[in-house]
């Protein structure tokens, strides 16, 4: 099995809204990540877990906040945010962080907000 | 900071020929991967590399880590319908281990 799945799909929210995107993995992969993607360019890096403590945060904005409950799960909560933070978000997961381990992504959830 | 410069931006061809579709770096990576993406979808892994030289097929997909550790291929031979997409380059470097640096990107159109 070498499934990442994301949650939801799609979500459209306002900018005073809450909301949180979901990821999950029962690969044993101890090191996941969230990337955000604007149409038509690649992944751009946001936030690396490793054994469930944040180790990169790539100067986000604050209204984006990380969460890792356990080993399986890795949340992004969503607050205040604005029309330009639309895009696809993507989930990943990799054994560890050392070299050699291939990461694996998510199907995505696409934001848009309005 | 590290980046990977990916080539072409786009190809338009017709079914049935090859594609080659190529990734340089000016810093040296231990790790590169091929992913493709399509529409609306996450990218999926299609062949990971892990020694410089080395060269591994998956099916119709051929990929090699260049000699020098800062370039790596991607040939897809016999193209079909199903080959559109668009193709990423990914590396891993020594230094920030835990970074995965994208290229920009193949968007790759075929013709019937």
């Known amino acids: 099995d070498t499934e990442v799945t994301q949650t939801p799909k799609h979500l459209v929210m306002g900018m005073t809204n809450k909301k949180s995107l979901k990821c999950e993995q029962h690969?044993?992969?101890?090191?996941m990540y969230w990337y955000k993607q604007k149409a038509k360019k690649p992944p751009e890096l946001m936030f690396v877990y490793s054994y469930e403590k944040l180790s990169i945060n790539e100067s986000v904005p604050s209204r984006f906040s990380p969460e890792c409950p356990n080993s399986s799960l890795l949340n992004l909560h969503l607050h205040a945010l604005q029309p330009e933070d639309s895009a696809l978000y993507l989930c990943a997961s990799r054994h560890t962080e050392i070299m050699g381990d291939e990461a694996f992504f998510g199907q995505g959830t696409r934001l848009t907000v309005v | 900071g590290q980046q990977l410069n990916q080539s072409p931006q786009s190809m338009f061809i017709q079914e049935g020929e090859d594609v080659s579709m190529n990734c340089t770096s000016s810093?040296?990576?231990?790790?590169w991967l091929w992913y493709k993406q399509d529409p609306g979808e996450g990218p999926v892994l299609l062949i990971a590399?892990?020694?410089?030289?080395e060269l591994t097929s998956n099916g119709r997909l051929t990929a090699q880590f260049g000699i020098t550790r800062k370039d790596s291929f991607l040939n897809i031979s016999a193209s079909i319908p199903s080959d559109v997409g668009i193709y990423f380059c990914?590396?891993?470097?020594?230094?920030?281990?835990?970074?995965?640096?994208f290229g920009q990107g193949t968007r790759l159109t075929i013709n019937p």
């Open positions: 810093s040296i990576f231990n790790t």
């Open positions: 690969m044993g992969h101890r090191a």
């Open positions: 590399l892990y020694k410089a030289g």
């Open positions: 990914a590396g891993q470097a020594i230094q920030g281990a835990q970074k995965l640096v």
